[in-house]
């Protein structure tokens, strides 16, 4: 009788084995919970990237951390400064599908990219933000008038309408599709469903 609960248990535990070998070869080895941030694309211009990171911080990134009493002030490039902001951004919307894209200026990364005492949020929790979405829109500064004079909010740029981030179409092609999951956990199930029948 021993005999046959454990042929029974190997066959359960070779099952089990043969489904996480299968989702991870569906995730190519990414784990589901995998951090992620969002940066500033390093051929985007320093305009571009500008005024996107005046959106970003007038739409509700945490900037502070780039002021320059900041502990993300140095380096003090517009890259650098426009990577923290577009992440703050990025983290506070729950890392929502098109809140890392700023007109093309900024992707999402899987390397941390905090250094030294700058700490780069990677999720909502740590971003200082909360699940609740909120109740006003920011302000856009008006087009300056002629012969006039403005002072961009953090740097050389402009708050632009249009720099935020882009709602995705119909054509998603995010790991959170509902195509990837429907692959991601139909293909173990039959997987695990053959080789019950097979065994």
């Known amino acids: 009788m021993a005999s046959s609960s454990s042929v029974l248990l190997s066959k359960v535990v070779a099952k089990v084995a043969i489904v ?33 990171m005046d959106y970003a ?7 502070t951390p780039i002021q320059s009493s900041g502990l993300c002030f140095l380096p003090n490039t517009v890259q650098a400064h426009a990577s923290y902001a577009f992440n703050s951004f990025y983290q506070r919307k729950a890392q929502a599908p098109g809140a ?15 250094y030294g005492s700058c700490d780069y949020p990677s999720s909502l929790s740590t971003a200082g933000g909360s699940p609740t ?13 002629p012969g006039g004079a403005t002072t961009p909010l953090y740097g050389t740029g402009g708050l632009t309408p249009g720099f935020g981030p882009v709602i995705p179409d119909g054509n998603n092609s ?5 195509g990837r999951l429907v692959t991601a956990i139909f293909v173990p199930v039959s997987l695990f469903l053959v080789l019950s029948f097979i065994c």
Do not use: H, Y
């Open 57 to 63: 911080c007038g739409a509700g990134a945490d900037c």
């Open 133 to 145: 979405t909120p109740t006003t829109t920011p302000t856009v500064n008006a087009p300056p008038t």
């Open 100 to 114: 890392c894209d700023f007109s093309g200026t900024a992707t999402v990364a899987r390397t941390d990219p905090s």
């Open 174 to 178: 995010s790991k959170a599709s509902p």
């Open 20 to 52: 996480v070998v299968g989702l991870s070869i569906i995730t190519c080895g990414e784990t589901l919970e995998s951090a992620t941030w969002c940066v500033s694309r390093s051929e985007a211009s320093d305009v571009a990237l500008q005024t996107a």
